[in-house]
């Protein structure tokens, strides 16, 4: 299978690669490497990529029609969609960008699969979609007319524009709601890399609210197990929430995270932040009985293998 893989510099995709070429399909990757975080982080992510022959990289901007030209010049069986503006607070003070890339250049996609009759796509969406509901676990069948940030809005939109696809084109389509990613080469603004760098700093730690907010934090690995999955039984049209199932809280996490680090962690308070959502908790019962999902990754252990992975490489 040769897959085009959009966003493959970045946290997910770089793992994403890594994982289809290791079984043995070749993969075209797409990334702009933008500034969003620091660029040579993403040439870090693709330094051992590039060597294999069955992987080309094409550096080029998916609302760019000269990119997607390229990256539809040659046969491709299926696209994974990773590509996006990410990050629930910056879209606060930036929804243009948002909208531009992950609604507009996530529909140039749809139409370029479409002329060239590719018919199985997987798309990153995102936990978020869920805005602020309490009542949990979130099941893929709930509500989720009511995004609270444009991030979040703009992940709905890319769910709905491929149902619009699957409905009159016959694409087949694997939405992936992400939970909370972490783990090796996880992006430095998200909590835990951004806590382990103040940490390490000896700088202070916002403890947002009263450290009750809890996500449903997923190791890398087990949402590269999900992405696979849902590329191989790709199949009419379906919603996934791909996390761990488990939540953990703000201050659980900070402590954990200090002793994994072995740093004691400073903390201060902040107020909670708009946009934020007070707990994302997955059911995932649907990925488990249709892709075989199986997360395996507890907190702790996922913990103690990003904490290795920063001493050895992270950014001080
Ligand atoms: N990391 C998470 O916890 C999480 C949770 C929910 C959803 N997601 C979604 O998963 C996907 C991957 O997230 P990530 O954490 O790996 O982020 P990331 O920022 O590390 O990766 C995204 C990559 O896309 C590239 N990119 C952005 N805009 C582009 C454009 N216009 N053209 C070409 N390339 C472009 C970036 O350069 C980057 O390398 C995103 O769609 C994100 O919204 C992530």
């Known amino acids: 299978m040769r897959v085009l893989v959009t966003g493959a510099a970045g946290f997910i995709g770089s793992h994403t690669v890594e994982a289809l070429l290791a079984r043995g399909d070749a993969v075209l990757g797409l990334d702009n490497f933008n500034a969003f975080y620091d660029p040579a982080l993403k040439r870090r992510n693709v330094a051992s990529l590039i060597k294999d ?6 550096e080029g901007d998916i609302t760019d029609p000269r990119a997607l030209d390229a990256a539809f010049a040659e046969p491709l069986d299926a696209v994974i969609h990773l590509a996006a503006w990410a990050g629930v607070r910056p879209s606060i003070d930036r929804p243009d960008i948002y909208v531009d890339v992950n609604v507009r250049g996530t529909l140039d996609l749809l139409e370029r699969m479409r002329r060239a009759r590719i018919d199985r796509f997987v798309f990153a969406s995102s936990s978020s979609v869920y805005g602020g509901r309490e009542t949990v676990p979130f099941v893929e069948t709930d509500p989720v007319d009511r995004p609270i940030s444009p991030y979040a809005a703009t992940k709905k939109a890319g769910e709905v524009l491929s149902y619009t696809y699957h409905h009159l084109h016959g694409l087949n389509v694997s939405a992936l709601r992400f939970f ?3 783990g090796p080469r996880q992006r430095p603004e998200m909590a835990i890399h951004k806590f382990a760098t103040q940490m390490v700093r000896g700088e202070p730690i916002a403890l947002y609210g009263d450290g009750s907010t809890a ?5 890398i690995d087990d949402i590269v197990q999900g ?6 039984r790709c199949v009419g049209y379906e919603i996934y929430n791909l996390g761990e199932a488990e939540t953990t809280r703000l201050d659980a ?5 200090g ?3 072995g740093v004691a962690p400073k903390l201060y308070h902040a107020p909670l932040q708009p946009g934020d959502v007070p707990i994302t908790f997955a059911d995932i019962g649907k990925a488990r ?3 075989g999902y199986a997360p395996s990754t507890k907190i702790d252990a996922g913990l103690a293998r990003f904490a290795a992975w920063f001493h050895r490489e992270g950014v001080r």
């Open 180 to 182: 909370t990613v972490y």
């Open 289 to 291: 009985a249709k892709l």
């Open 215 to 219: 996500r449903d934090y997923t190791f």
């Open 53 to 58: 022959s069955r992987f080309s990289l094409i």
């Open 227 to 232: 992405v696979l999955a849902s590329l191989d």
């Open 259 to 261: 002793q994994a680090l």
């Open 253 to 257: 996490l900070i402590a954990k995270l």
